[in-house]
């Protein structure tokens, strides 16, 4: 029997979640939940539905999984611990300073009606989390870098566009090669913000706007680019659509660390990836525990779990046996 | 209270095991065990005591993990499955064919006893596989690489010694950098065997011996050079010493894949490690995992376990709450 998951949300992770489902042989959509009118949202799957979210509830019964693909800064804090109630849920719940107060509240929930919620499910956080974890058990006498990058950042893009005279704009978040060839040589320098990443801004100005005068806001801009070498490049709008519309990103987790009985030996553990598409690979890690979510509901575990609580085995459609024959 | 952690065999890997209690602050090295006359064999801890193997029974109730260090050949098909009647046992058996008749026998004798016994512990079997499961969860539709190296192969060093007229050698495995460029570059390719690694060998040869027919007979001996671009450097055996003493290793696990609702969309998921010393590095993974069966057992656990099977959460000396906090 397939798994039956439910999409609440649907932008471009819910449109990943939906990819990602038909990839996996083991799992099913059964609806798609919006806040808009579900007339005038439509999705890839033929024959699946689309609700408006006051229905969710009611279908309780019919979902093992429920994905939750708001944002988080206000969506993610009140529905993952309402939908917990009723649900098996995943979400990717990204603010890491809020972490910790989203887990108590969504554990809660789930503790209290025997469900399963995984948070802050994703790359980052996420697999590199679980690279941060993996790494800092192994060689706990080292030190950690994370590295993103080259891809987009949503956040910057907005920053630019909102700049007096900016008609449109994306931003790219580049490593410093040196800095991480010096990592990855064990040299284990201490890094600045600026040390680490420049910042690549392609921007389309407005006819008659000040370049000049958009150029300096930009790079002057506290907390977004102030701290970084940015460079800002002007080009037209058919060069954006043509050149910039893609979401890729990546980065890379490196932790560098010392053995021995004097500490004579030096090692590398490098994680990294290098994405296409930013929110499809998140939607594909979430679909993968979201199979993890429904095993551990039907072992009978319950509460709020992060990428560090789940067996790697629960991810997988395989079997032990084969895991263990093929893969090990 | 400590982990209290007892080591059986006492090789590099042992050697290895010692270096990393050293590093845990929540492990205490209790007993070595050795087949050799305890009165020859001189571990770094001062005040920890070497025993005969005989004698390790004895000190079940001494003990919250024994660390078994024997070879995968002939120790450990015997050892793991015996010790795991007395003890919550590591092992780090790498014969890849061998593991699920190693697990089985493994599993019944630590199930009868209560014990937990993770087998196959390192990074190829350990970190390699988890990195090969993680990957292939969340890309369904991809290509698996591993490539091994720059890095000693014991077995290869050894079948070199072995051809007459050869006083001494090493051997290592090198991957090939333009394999390595088309995997990054999601070209997904094909490659055969000798596409993807070389082997370079350091030859002392003895006096008045043929090297031509050294030679020869390295770059053609089945299984081990005949099916890879072999390059034989003759060098002194002081040489030997002084640039091919040491046991590094390491290696890249890639996973290529698709996603999109017509795989439009290719995802690079890239593991590699960089190892000054392949025991130590074994070692420090044994460590961490020796922590996870501790808890395991803790908490009721049983039975025969892989990488796959551990919760990452297990690995770490830090509480769920500092590592949502700080990790995640």
Redesign the interface.
Known sequence: MSIRVGILGYGNLGR?I???V???ADMELVAVFTRRDPATVKI?HEGVKVYHVDEAVNMKNDIDVLILCGGSATDLPEQTKEYAKYFNVVDSFDT?AR??EH?EAVNESAVKNNKVALI?VGWD?G?F??????A??????GSDYTFWGKGVSQGHSDAIRRVEGVADGKQYTVPVEDALRRV?AGENPKLTTREMHTRECYVVAKEGADKARIETEIKNMPNYFADYDTTVNFISEEELQANHSGIPHGGFVIRSGR???NEE?????????????NP??T???IA?YA?AAYRMSKEGMKGCK????????Y???VS??E???H??
Not at 136 to 141: F, G, M, S, T, V
Not at 306 to 313: I, L, S
Request: net charge neutral.
């Open positions: 990943g939906e990819c990602a038909k990839q996996n890839l890491h972490i910790p887990f802050s956080p697999m989390s679980l690279n941060r974890l993996y800092n058990a192994i060689l706990p006498n990855r053995t021995g009985w030996n030096n090692h590398i553990i490098e994680y990294s990836l290098k994405l296409d598409s499809e690979f939607a594909a890690v993968a199979r992060t990428v560090f609580d789940v067996a790697p085995a991810l997988s459609p032990g046996e895991l263990r024959t893969l090990l």
